[in-house]
Structures are given as C-alpha cells and as structure tokens.
C-alpha cells in the first residue's frame, strides 16, 4: 500500500526533487505552479470549478484541471457531487488539506515584507478573508463583529479576547456591514484608504457602526517593509 501512494505521488509530481526531507516532499506535492493558491481559494469551503476559474484569473481551464487532478491524487482535496437542486461538482480539501493554512498566512506575512509587492493586482475574496485571519495584532480593547459582503458570499469577522474567527455567515449579528470588492476593503484596511472616500466614490457600502469599523480596520497592520542588499546595493 505505502509503495502504491509513493508512484501516485511520483506519477502526480512529474518534477520530484527526489530529496527525503520533509520540506522537499511538500514542494512534490504542493509545488506545483497555482497549486497553493488552488488550496487558498478551498480554505473557505467548496468551490465549483467555475468558481476557481473566476478567482483566479490568470489559470488555465487545462492548468486548473491538472491541478486538481494532481491535489486529489495526492490526498490534499477530494471532489464530490452536490445533492439536488444543485447537482454539481464541488472542490473541497480534505482535513489533512486544511492543515496548510497555516503555512499559507506565514507565507503572506513574510511576503509582505517584500518592498517588489504589488498590492493593486487581483485580489480574490479568499485573499482578503485569509489576510484578516493572518495580519489581526490581537489589540482591539471591546468586542466586535463585522459583516463583509462581497460578489461571492457573506463573512462575519468576530474579533474578542485578542482573537479573530472569520468565517462565511449571515450578517444579522453584526454591529456594521462593509460591502464592495476584495481589493476596495483590503484598501480601507491595508491601503490607509479613508472609509468616507471610499463611500463617496460608490465603491464602498457602510451600514451600521461607523466607529465599530474604523476601530475594525485598524486592527490589520502590515509588517515594515524588508531592506536586502539586492534591492538596497549601497546598504543605504
């Protein structure tokens, strides 16, 4: 049997690094080009393959295909048929596939860090739910709960004892609802963008607690950027 899933994953992984550290195995199984952002955009639950499509602009129908057959193969995720009226396919990880979230917000936090970050380009709704759960500095003094309402679904972020939970929900428990696109909310977080501008413009809805959310958006703040002697050579 253990020699049976070592040539699925060798079959899977065209590129083996034939390496037997544990770091080199995750990149066979994981390393593929889009595959972890594949998983970033399952961490929310199942997903239709349009849906994957849709969130990640720059794949492939084929790209996308590989990808999944290449995650499910090696136990990372698992497809199954919804019951009807849906009747479709969905895209889920597994409890083993869910274990990675971790590894994807130490990513994002060391990536922040990065002064070659480009903070304009797409920005999925799982991008910015997965954010919230990895830049929270744990320093709101009161409760709160902020409902996040974008083209694909409903979040409610409730922040309490120096935690956050941010998870798909209805919206009736909470003090203050934001609406509009990932990348508008992530500028009203991360971008310093004032909610007032933003509402102005029409790019922004804000209904309920003003002052629950700009202590909500206050609560994210982003790591100083690194200097490197390649991106500094003067050491200046």
Avoid at 207 to 235: M, W, Y
């Amino acid at each position: 049997m253990k020699s049976e899933k070592i040539t699925t994953i060798q079959q899977v992984s065209r590129r083996s690094y034939d390496d037997a550290c544990a770091a080199a195995h995750a990149l066979d199984l994981i390393g593929e080009r889009w595959a972890l952002l594949v998983m970033r955009e399952l961490m929310l639950g199942p997903r239709r393959f349009s849906d994957l499509r849709a969130a990640l602009p720059g794949i492939s129908a084929n790209v996308l295909t590989q990808r999944l057959e290449g995650l499910e193969a090696n136990g990372v995720l698992r497809r199954r048929e919804l019951p009807p009226p849906a009747a479709s396919r969905v895209y889920e990880l597994t409890a083993w596939g869910q274990e990675a979230e971790p590894i994807l917000q130490t990513l994002g936090r060391w990536a922040a860090r990065s002064p070659l970050h480009d903070p304009t380009r797409p920005f999925s709704t799982a991008s910015l739910i997965l954010s919230l759960r990895t830049m929270f500095d744990g320093s709101a003094d009161r409760p709160l709960r902020i409902g996040l309402r974008t083209s694909t679904g409903t979040y409610l972020a409730r922040v309490a004892d120096g935690e956050i939970a941010v998870d798909s929900a209805p919206l009736e428990a909470a003090d203050a609802v934001l609406a509009g696109t990932p990348e508008v909310i992530a500028a009203a977080i991360y971008g310093g963008v004032p909610l007032a501008d933003l509402e102005a413009a029409g790019a922004l809805t804000l209904v309920g607690d003003r002052v629950a959310v700009e202590r909500f958006v206050r609560l994210f703040p982003l790591p100083p950027k690194a200097e490197t002697e390649a991106l500094n050579p003067s050491g200046g």
